[in-house]
């Protein structure tokens, strides 16, 4: 899981992003503005400011007593308040509402007439170089309170009618494929109807939880119930061109120290009115920021259980265990422990992502994780489960990502009493693995072994875990990855359409590695059963699945289950596939089983969901 900030944002920042979005795509906006005298009182409202674009046309000027109603305080992280101008214009795209930044706790009340005098700014979060779309604000501002006690201007209603189904236009290619200069379209476009919307009160009605309370008191529902539903309650996310547009981020405006954010599952209902400013974040995009926020209503979400192997079947499954290391508590242990047994009915064979090493992240140069791996073992056995035994190689300290000092690698853990491992000597972090003839049949030089592990594609980044196995007197060859993260890409609320995903780019090298290798074995024994899986970071229908596959080497197994069921992890809402088991093509009778026990619910002891493949060899 990322690590996140909430400190607030300084006002000189704040400049120096506006400035630099002024610069180049925004420059002939900005020089305009600049040439203009500031606006008076009697002739700039708030509508003024926000404009018909992403970016207001006083970017970078002065204005002087702005009217509204305050319609939202905010006293932590980015701190400010909201106000909005009771008296709208006609023009659907133009938003009547704004946020003031006040940098310490801000003074004023809901419900209090203001006139606010500052500076307008363009305030991206994330920075420049995230390729968020920016928050139109007033920094610096003289506040002064003209009344109190006046009704709050009336809530816009988000809801599967007003929301359109098309997510955003295409960026504009003069300007890098930036949507920012383009003139809002809200009764077309979702992006453009929030836009139009920014610093707005708004209010939805009773909605369906799609993305469950995380730690950092924020959940996600959706006002489209029907848009890509599954029937466990969430909101699957199946294409790049088929985005969910009813998705919104809550969160409350009032302290959790005074008020507790309330704990949802997706599923869950956020029932009755939650009303608030709706504001744009980093972390989401636009966020309905509740000034009143309704009841969740628990719909009883439970963990699935996978079926038990028969005799003559192979399970085995991948799951990513979040760093898992000795100084994390004997509860997360055991409750892993408890779901590889009574979740995943003791796969024979399983596929460990992010085992740390025996101190996890102290950075002192340790990179052994058998204590780790003894103590998840011990869990497993205490918990009723075999006494797995497990293969593994020890990275090179710091130098397959993750963690600063934790060390993460790939773990076979097997079942001696169902599967053996067939040991050949010499595999370490730096030497690969190669196929060879052995006999008829193929054969792996190291095994454990890495695969190509100087290749510049695994630089940084988690080398494949490469294993023979038998099972009832067949081979059966297991790579086990863990591919490069999405850090670094835009987010799906980019000012970029479509969003740049660079580091897919690092994927892809990866998936051809793995494709070759997986050819090298098909080119010796073409029916020799290969299962490749782990946490591949990328979705069945993104460029790194299609490499992997390239050839019809491989199959991604998720595809075997309707569509509405292909996910294992959920980010900002969507239900989306991360974990990947994939198969050569003599494995074309399976049963394929993406065990939903972690991401869907607040309380996690992972954030992804285990993925386990049954096949008779």
Do not use: C
């Amino acid at each position: 899981m990322t690590a996140r900030s909430s400190l607030p944002r300084s006002a000189a920042v704040a400049a120096v992003v506006a400035t630099a979005l002024a610069g180049g795509l925004l420059a002939a906006t900005t020089a305009a503005s600049a040439s203009d005298s500031p606006a008076s009182a009697a002739e700039t409202r708030i509508h003024d400011i926000q404009g018909t674009t992403r970016i207001s046309p006083l970017v970078g000027q002065q204005v002087a007593d702005v009217t509204g109603i305050v319609t939202g305080v905010r006293t932590y992280g980015s701190k400010g308040f909201w106000f909005q101008d009771p008296q709208a214009d006609a023009d659907a795209a133009t938003s009547e509402g704004i946020f003031v930044f006040t940098s310490s706790a801000p003074t004023v009340a809901v419900g209090d007439a203001v006139k606010v005098s500052g500076t307008v700014g363009e305030y991206i979060p994330g920075g420049t170089s995230s390729g968020n779309q920016s928050l139109t604000q007033i920094s610096k501002p003289t506040v002064t309170v003209v009344s109190s006690g006046n009704p709050v201007p009336a809530p816009v209603t988000l809801s599967a009618k007003s929301v359109p189904s098309s997510y955003a236009p295409e960026g504009d290619p003069a300007a890098g494929g930036s949507i920012n200069a383009l003139p809002l379209n809200p009764r077309k476009y979702a992006l453009d109807y929030y836009e139009s919307l920014e610093g707005s009160n708004v209010r939805i009605g009773t909605s369906r939880v799609v993305g469950a309370t995380d730690p950092y008191s924020e959940l996600w529902v959706t006002v489209k119930p029907h848009e890509h539903d599954n029937r466990r309650g969430g909101t699957v996310y199946g294409s790049y061109t088929s985005q969910n547009t009813g998705r919104l981020q809550i969160q409350q405006l009032a302290p959790v120290s005074q008020q507790p954010f309330p704990k949802a599952n997706v599923g869950d209902v956020l029932a009755g009115t939650t009303e608030g400013p709706l504001d744009f974040n980093q972390f989401g995009g636009y966020t309905l920021t509740a000034r009143t926020l309704g009841t969740v209503t628990d719909r009883g979400l439970k963990a699935e259980s996978t079926r038990p192997q028969r005799s003559g079947e192979l399970a085995v499954a991948t799951y990513n265990v979040e760093n898992l290391d000795p100084t994390d508590p004997q509860a997360k242990f055991d409750a892993l422990a408890a779901a590889v047994v009574n979740n995943l009915a003791s796969p024979d064979v399983i596929a460990l992502e992010e085992i740390q090493d025996n101190n996890g992240a102290k950075n002192d140069g340790t990179v052994a994780a058998d204590e780790t791996l003894k103590k998840f073992t011990a869990a497993i056995a205490a918990a009723g489960g075999p006494a797995y035994d497990w293969r593994t190689i020890d990275p090179a300290n710091n130098k397959d990502g993750g963690e600063p000092g934790g060390n993460i690698r790939q773990v076979f853990l097997f079942n001696p009493e169902r599967v053996s491992f067939t040991d050949r000597a010499g595999g370490d972090a730096a030497t690969a693995t190669a196929v060879v003839r052995d006999g008829r049949d193929a054969a792996l030089t190291l095994s454990p072994g890495r695969i190509d592990p100087a290749n510049a594609a695994w630089e940084n980044s988690r080398k494949p875990l490469a294993g023979e196995f038998t099972f009832r007197g067949r081979t059966v060859f297991v790579i086990a990855n863990h591919f490069g993260s999405k850090g670094g890409d835009e987010s799906l609320v980019s000012h970029h359409q479509p969003p740049v995903r660079k580091s897919e780019i690092k994927r892809l090298e990866q998936a051809q590695a793995v494709n070759t290798f997986v050819k090298d074995i098909l080119k010796v024994q073409r029916n020799a059963d290969v299962l490749v899986l782990g946490d591949i970071n990328d979705f069945e229908f993104s460029a790194t699945t299609k490499a992997l596959t390239a050839d019809g080497a491989l199959y991604p197994a998720v595809k075997s289950l309707p569509r509405s069921e292909r996910y294992s992890y959920v980010f900002q809402g969507n239900s989306q596939v991360l974990d990947q088991i994939l198969t050569s093509p003599s494995i074309d009778d399976f049963s394929y089983d993406s065990v939903h026990i972690n991401a869907e619910f607040s309380a996690q002891n992972s954030d992804h969901d285990p993925q386990v493949l049954r096949f008779r060899p």
